[in-house]
Every structure is written in structure tokens, then in C-alpha cells.
């Protein structure tokens, strides 16, 4: 079982806005921890997608973003497209496990 | 640019010791702007942190591997390397090695992975 808790998997048709939940603890995302997401297709490695709770890495569009409120977080993906059917995970620090730690992973399916 | 790239055994033994190769190229592992990490995903299974090491030696590990695993540093060959020892089925994985920015908890650059099958 995952410290972070994600929903096991999200839907929308091409054009919509999904978002994806990310639920963690009083030491992790409750205490002020990061919160950082990857995008990961089958069988390839996780990509970076978003950084420190909002931040973009170069090249990732801006129809992704992220926000971060109290002990969760969240993904936002407008203008859905079938490019964007890939699994996510959220990422953060938890502190009285003093480790990484990451989400379960959401698998996003448009439809 | 930036690439990571995982060696090793892909089939160990249960009770043996896992042991892969992470070489790094176009950044040196000596710099003191990252740390190098190894992550894990089951089959089928979300990701688990492993641990990471720094430029300087000093690690973090996952509390619950902590007692069987050690990471490595060779600056020579700008590698690093995991070991974990007393393996069974449940460590049978994808392992991934990654670079982490100093600063932030989040991992930037990712090998591409290789599974590692514990079985005898």
C-alpha cells in the first residue's frame, strides 16, 4: 500500500480537463513537503512532468498543471488528447518515514 | 545530455545478493548538484524509492530495505551501483536509476529500467 494515495484510474473524452488526486499525511504533503508528478507509458521510464508542487520542465505543455492544498494535491490535464493516455504518479518526502515516497499510480484513459 | 543506463543480472536466486550497474553519462556523478538514486517497480505494481547516494558518500535509504541494501559510488567509471542482498519473489522488479536535483526531492533524468526476476 502506497503512503501517497492516488485514484486507481481517471477517464475524459479528447477535449475535456481530468484532474488526478493525490492524498498524503501530516508528514508528507501536510507538512509543506514538495509535491512532484511523472507520466509514465508502458514500458517505458517515468517522465518528470511537474516539479516543486507547480513547476514545468521544459518542454511539457502547459496544459498540465499541478496545485497543492493542505494534505493532498493535484494534477490538471486541459484539453485532453489521446497522447496523454499514460499512467501518473505523484511524489513527495515523508518525513517520519524519512524517505521519498510516491503514489500508487493513476492510469488516465481517454476515451 | 544526460543519460542513465542500467546493468546487471536479470535472474537471481532467492536469498542471494541483486547487484546492478548504473552508468551515467554527459554529468558527472561527482557533482555536488545531484544525488543518484535507484527506484523499483514490481510488475504491474506503483514505484518504490530505493535510496540515493551523494557525491560525498552519504546515502539515504528506504527504511523498509534498509538492512539489505547498499549504494555505491565509482567516480572513476562515473557509475553507481545497487546492492540488495537476501532477495525473494517480492524483489522481483523493475529497477530504475535516476538523478535527483539537490534542493528538491524530485527526480529529473531516468534510466530506462531493467527487471530483475528473483527465482531459482
Known amino acids: 500500500q502506497s503512503v501517497l494515495t492516488q485514484p486507481p484510474s481517471v477517464s475524459g473524452a479528447p477535449g475535456q480537463r481530468v484532474t488526478i488526486s493525490c492524498t498524503g499525511s501530516?508528514?508528507?504533503?501536510?507538512?509543506?513537503?514538495?509535491v512532484n508528478w511523472y507520466q509514465q507509458f508502458p514500458g517505458t521510464a517515468p517522465k518528470l512532468l511537474i516539479y516543486g508542487n507547480n513547476n514545468r520542465p521544459s518542454g511539457v505543455p502547459d496544459r498540465f498543471s499541478a496545485s497543492k492544498s493542505g494534505t493532498s494535491a493535484s494534477l490538471a490535464i486541459t484539453g485532453l488528447q489521446a497522447e496523454d493516455e499514460a499512467d501518473y504518479y505523484c511524489q513527495s518526502y515523508d518525513s517520519s518515514l524519512s524517505a521519498r515516497v510516491f503514489g500508487g499510480g493513476t492510469k488516465l484513459t481517454v476515451l | 545530455q544526460v543519460q542513465l543506463q542500467e546493468s546487471g543480472l536479470g535472474l537471481v536466486k532467492p536469498s542471494e545478493t541483486l547487484s546492478l550497474t548504473c552508468t551515467v553519462s554527459?554529468?558527472?556523478?561527482?557533482?555536488?548538484?545531484?544525488?543518484w538514486s535507484w527506484i523499483r517497480q514490481p510488475p504491474g505494481k506503483g514505484l518504490e524509492f530505493i535510496g540515493y547516494i551523494y557525491y560525498s558518500g552519504s546515502t539515504q535509504y528506504n527504511p523498509s530495505l534498509k538492512s539489505r541494501v547498499t549504494i555505491s559510488l565509482d567516480t572513476s567509471k562515473n557509475q553507481f551501483s545497487l546492492k540488495l542482498s537476501s532477495v525473494t519473489a517480492a524483489d522481483t522488479a523493475v529497477y530504475s536509476c535516476a538523478r535527483g536535483v539537490v534542493g528538491g526531492s524530485y527526480f529529473d533524468y531516468w534510466g530506462q529500467g531493467t527487471l530483475v526476476s528473483v527465482s531459482s
Open positions: 554527459g554529468v558527472s556523478v561527482s557533482s555536488g548538484s545531484y544525488y
Open positions: 501530516s508528514s508528507s504533503i501536510g507538512a509543506g513537503y514538495d
